[in-house]
């Protein structure tokens, strides 16, 4: 494993009590940072608090992303506990299930869209102001390829990353002067839990899409994302990085 520098650096991860923000926050911690895991799931936050205890200092707040007061909330808790805000991951997200455009019911729809896109406006919306203020951020939103090509059978996953990458080049290019970097990561399909919610027969979709003929890993998606979040990346903004075992076309 290469060595990353995120010695004195606060590193906010939703979605960080599983799958990909898991070990995004794992990654940091090694690099040296302080993790701030966000998570919907209070009792599985927690139980990812103690876990990654053990690599460095780690707190945990229960928030709801689509909420602004919550989310407000949970970066003042951190800020107090951590003293600032280097670098936001917007990991959380979820697929909303598998189904024809037509058929999908509208609460599903919405509610994806909400908590992928909506929820990372209202992070980077609460957070961008401490960055500014510092002189120094980095933000790096998950996206997917599937905001590139559009799956079928998940429109409501697939506008709500496409959507998500929009955000990111417009944010990129509004803090491009000020410290604060922004960058995007469009992942194939990782094999971790948000697999329980979808239908096999898309999961081997996904899987015949990727030239290199496997999932992507999670450390290896990890690796990309926390280098992103360093000093090291010093002059891409509202980039689109490529993490699709070769699926990505552009």
Not at 11 to 21: H, I, N, P, Q, S
Request: net charge negative; glycine share 10%; with cysteine.
């Amino acid at each position: 494993m290469n060595q990353l520098d995120l010695k004195n650096r606060v590193m906010v991860v939703t979605g960080g009590a599983r799958g990909l923000g898991y070990a995004v926050a794992q990654r940091a911690l090694r690099s040296g940072a302080v993790v701030a895991l966000w998570d919907i799931d209070a009792a599985r936050v927690e139980r990812a608090r103690v876990e990654l205890s053990e690599l460095g200092s780690v707190s945990a707040v229960a928030v709801e992303l689509t909420d602004e007061a919550s989310v407000e909330a949970a970066v003042q808790q951190t800020v107090t506990a951590h003293g600032a805000i280097h670098a936001l991951v917007n990991s959380a997200g979820i697929t909303g299930g598998n189904g024809l455009t037509w058929e999908l019911p509208v609460d599903v729809w919405r509610r994806v869209i909400e908590v992928n896109l909506i929820g990372c406006y209202l992070t980077c919306r609460a957070v961008v102001p401490c960055m500014i203020e510092q002189g120094y951020g980095r933000i790096v939103n998950i996206a997917s390829v599937a905001g590139k090509e559009g799956n079928p059978n998940a429109s409501h996953y697939s506008a709500s990353k496409a959507g998500l990458i929009g955000l990111t080049k417009s944010l990129g290019k509004e803090l491009a002067t000020k410290g604060v970097l922004v960058n995007a990561v469009t992942p194939a399909a990782a094999k971790t839990e948000i697999f329980d919610s979808m239908s096999q027969q898309h999961i081997d979709y996904m899987l015949s899409r990727i030239p290199m003929n496997r999932f992507l890993m999670p450390d290896e998606a990890a690796s990309m994302i926390v280098w992103l979040t360093s000093e090291d990346c010093a002059f891409s903004t509202g980039a689109v990085f490529d993490l699709s075992g070769g699926r990505a076309t552009y």
